[in-house]
């Protein structure tokens, strides 16, 4: 094993959904290691760099399997509350991350170790987005199905298009990684951690200080924005399926950006470029960073990490 030269840069890789799940094939265990794998190459070339790394992740599809789960056993096993399915994915989608780098890494060599923290993350219980939630999750149902479910589980639901009735949770705003200083003191001795995956689990303290859990869904991309201010993250990488971030996207005008200022993006952000379903939280997450202290943003194609580094492909946000 070889001892890559570790530097003093820190980074957040958020990897998207499809870094593990495809829409295109069945959601099995063994389709979403063969993935991870392929996803994790081009982090590996990261950290051949030196770079020190935090990585977090989506879990909306595993999320929605669990829940599922859930739902149809609901008369021989209690039901879990959502906190706690978005920390058993988030334990079960963190191993196999670490396990898949551990074996990209010991394939190239490099001697780096590979943790993964189940986190929590604070938020605000007074936050509007929990008193009116449109977040939608899990499986469709008739109408009467989904008020009854309503009535007896106290599910907020409302209808999902033409397709059916859906469970809505609230998406809070992320304020704090509670496991932030130990994820740091970790980075800063050359783990490589796996973190805040699927935005982490929601809490709030009480007035007193005591940890409560929230039935909500953190957005992974705002939460790897307030992982990488936690730790001291100087960049953030945002890994999605667009090579570009675009202007008037899908229309005959689209303009793919390459380079972009953050008042430059803020300026955009406020002319309604960027929908709240798709590249919205992603701008987001790289306006708060940027915000915060952080000195880059990169929003790239998985595959085109490396190219996106070096100018070749992908956005690339900065300070002004």
């Known amino acids: 094993m070889s001892k890559v030269q570790i530097t003093s840069s820190v980074a957040v890789v958020a990897l998207g959904g499809n870094a593990i799940s495809s829409p295109n094939e069945p959601d099995t265990i063994t389709n979403q290691f063969r993935h991870t794998r392929d996803a994790l190459s081009a982090v590996a070339d990261l950290i ?3 770079y020190r790394i935090a990585i977090s992740h989506g879990n909306g599809p595993q999320v929605g399997n669990a829940l599922l789960r859930v739902e149809l056993a609901k008369d021989r096993t209690p039901m879990l509350p959502l906190g706690i399915i978005v920390a058993d994915t988030e334990g079960g ?3 196999m991350i670490e396990q898949c780098l551990q074996n990209v890494l010991l394939r190239r060599k490099i001697a780096r170790e590979v943790v993964t923290i189940v986190s929590q993350v604070l938020v605000d219980p007074r936050d509007p987005a929990l008193v009116n939630p449109t977040k939608f999750i899990g499986q469709f149902y008739s109408e009467n199905e989904a008020k009854r479910l309503a009535e007896t589980e106290g599910w907020s639901v409302k209808p999902y298009g033409d397709r059916g009735w859906r469970r809505v949770v609230g998406s809070p705003e992320p304020l704090q990684i509670l496991n932030g200083p130990t994820i740091k003191q970790l980075i800063e001795d050359g ?21 409560e859990g929230v039935d909500a869904v ?10 990488a201010r936690d730790i001291g993250a100087q960049e953030l990488f945002i890994l999605t399926e667009a090579e570009f971030v675009a ?16 008042s430059e993006i ?20 790289a306006m708060k960073f940027l915000r915060t202290g952080g000195q880059r943003v990169i929003i790239c194609a998985l595959a085109k990490l490396m190219d996106s580094l070096d100018g070749n492909s992908g956005t690339t946000i900065v300070p002004d």
């Open 191 to 211: 783990k490589i951690v796996i973190a805040a995956g699927g935005g982490g689990i929601p809490v709030y303290r009480e007035d007193d200080g005591w940890l």
């Open 93 to 95: 989608m963190g191993y």
């Open 48 to 50: 051949h760099r030196g």
């Open 266 to 285: 803020e300026a955009y952000y406020k002319q309604g470029h960027f929908p709240a379903g798709s590249m919205g939280p992603k701008i987001e997450a």
């Open 247 to 262: 202007l008037d996207y899908g229309k005959p005008t689209q303009k793919n950006l390459r380079r972009a200022t953050l």
């Open 218 to 227: 953190i957005d992974k991309d705002r939460a790897s924005a307030i992982l």
